[in-house]
């Protein structure tokens, strides 16, 4: 096998694309509507559940140096039962890169190309994933390191450009209805977004070692992810205010109503392309991430050989993938979240407390050889 290596920079780039990616554009808009105004504590209290799971992962990490996931779950519960948990780990991931997908291509058949059939935009951005995701994870993130940074511009100077837009009233009520919307708003970023640290696991053995200094430079990586999630959330409803939960695409609806002097109007296209190039990106991860764990739990020779049927899998998902509005709003409010947490974070839990009580003294694991 083919041992691609990435530097700690160049790690923390794919782990800031993988946070925000897609979710910069699509979250704040369901979730505003959900929340309201104190949407910004429900992206804390989820964004707190995601960070004790990241440091999980860092101490498995820790543990068990250049290992991923899947091999040091085999180390810890055995081969068949890591097999049993990497099924949810699996099937979530398919659902995840054939709905980022799906999502991009939707909206440039109802935004930009309304006459073109939305599987033609599938079809094209399956390809091109794919064909990324063989290229490897080193051009992968010498790639995305580019399009983070023009990105992250494009969603700052969307920001500042609508400064005009501000009404700082419109923050205020914080829990106009309490605290249960809040709750819920944190269940649903969590589905969302707040769920998937765990996939670190998978891109850390990839970091070159030693890695003195990554779990630090990581935790601050996801805490500058969740500010600007929520800096991007507030702003939408420092424009929209009450209508803010109405705006699917909210950052793109943001740029919409810049006007700054006759020359500066309308960018919402430069929102639209931030929205495409960071779903590509988020894709191409997934995919990436979705090959690596059956090649590593079924422990394959040939990383590649699994890509392009992958691709080929998601793509026909996608296809035949049509939800109404209403179970769509189902899905990702109701199901996504208690999936994510079935197939994430309760498998994670599991190795980690098997592998504590290995540990502890008394274990077979834990006595030394006297051979």
């Known amino acids: 096998m083919n041992k691609q290596i990435v530097s700690q920079e160049q790690l923390i780039v794919l782990f800031f694309v ?58 810890i519960l055995g081969t068949l039962p890591a097999i049993v948990i990497a099924i949810p780990f699996i099937s979530l991931l398919f659902e995840m890169s ?64 609508s400064f005009p837009n501000y009404h700082g009233e419109f923050l205020l009520p914080i829990l106009p209805d309490g605290i249960k919307p809040v709750l819920h708003g944190a269940y649903l ?31 601050v990586t996801f805490v500058i992810a969740l500010v600007t999630l929520i800096a991007v959330t507030i702003s939408t409803i420092l424009v929209f205010g009450p209508l803010a939960g109405e705006r699917k695409y909210s950052m793109v609806e943001v740029a919409r109503v810049i006007n700054v002097q006759p020359i500066i109007q309308r960018v919402e296209f430069i929102v639209g392309i931030a ?15 979705l090959n690596q764990l059956i090649v590593r739990t079924f422990k394959l020779k040939d990383e590649n050989v699994f890509i392009l049927p992958l691709a080929f899998i998601n793509m026909l998902f996608a296809f035949i993938m049509h939800r109404s509005e209403t179970k769509l709003t189902e899905h990702i409010t109701v199901i996504l979240p208690l999936w994510k947490l079935t197939g994430f974070t309760v498998p994670l839990l599991i190795v980690v407390v098997i592998h504590l009580l290995k540990k502890m003294p008394g274990s077979k694991r834990s006595q030394p050889n006297k051979s």
């Open 18 to 75: 993988y946070l925000t990616g897609s979710v910069i554009v699509n979250l704040p808009g369901p979730l505003i509507g959900f929340a309201k105004n104190g949407v910004w504590i429900s992206l804390l209290l989820s964004g707190a559940v995601a960070m004790l799971q990241l440091l999980l992962v860092l101490y498995l990490d820790k543990e068990y140096p250049g290992q991923s996931f899947s091999e040091y779950s085999q180390a």
């Open 98 to 161: 054939t709905d980022i997908v799906f999502e991009v291509g939707k909206y440039a058949n109802s935004s930009l190309m309304r006459q073109t059939p939305q599987y033609i935009f599938d079809f094209l951005i399956f390809t091109t994933v794919a064909m990324t995701v063989r290229a490897g994870i080193e051009v992968m993130s010498r790639m995305f390191t580019i399009l983070i940074f023009a990105v992250m511009l494009f969603i700052i100077l969307t920001m500042l450009l």
């Open 189 to 219: 970023s969590y589905g969302f977004t707040h769920a998937e640290p765990v996939l670190l696991a998978l891109l850390l053995p990839f970091v070159r070692r030693p890695a003195r200094g990554l779990p630090k430079k990581l935790t």
């Open 275 to 289: 929205l495409i190039v960071s779903s590509y990106m988020k894709a191409c991860l997934t995919l990436f991430i």
